[in-house]
């Protein structure tokens, strides 16, 4: 069975950093892709960041582009997301998401999520 699971949420002033973790279990993860999203309350699942490709390129939502950077860890089945500069816009529920199938910015596009763990950040 494929799990992800994520790790390292909290409450954190602003200005300040957070890393997020994401491990996965059930198969190997080194050859897909793996992303990050974000859900604030009320909102849409947003994109923020993926590793893809054999060359394991990465890309950003312009929104935190600068200040996060996703890596991945492929002997440890686990990817990423160092969190710099924090704002209070980016209080949110961040999901893990992997095996992607269409555009790399698209929540419909993957097929495995994590449960999600929480980002405040006060303002």
């Known amino acids: 069975q494929v799990q992800l699971v994520e790790s390292g949420g909290g409450l954190v002033q602003s200005g300040g950093s957070l890393r997020l973790s994401c491990a996965g279990s059930?198969?190997?993860?080194?050859?897909?892709?793996m992303a990050w999203f974000r859900q604030a309350p009320g909102k849409e699942r947003g994109f923020v960041a993926v590793?893809?490709?054999?060359?394991?390129?990465?890309y950003y939502a312009d929104s935190v582009r600068g200040r996060f950077t996703i890596s991945r860890d492929n002997a440890k089945n686990t990817v990423y997301l160092q969190m710099n500069s924090l704002k209070a816009e980016d209080t949110a529920v961040y999901y893990c998401?992997?095996?992607?199938?269409?555009?790399?910015?698209?929540?419909?596009?993957?097929?495995?999520w994590g449960q999600g763990t929480q980002v405040t950040v006060s303002s």
């Open positions: 059930g198969r190997t993860f080194s050859n897909v892709a």
């Open positions: 590793s893809i490709g054999h060359d394991y390129s990465t």
């Open positions: 998401a992997a095996w992607l199938t269409g555009t790399h910015a698209s929540p419909l596009s993957y097929t495995y």
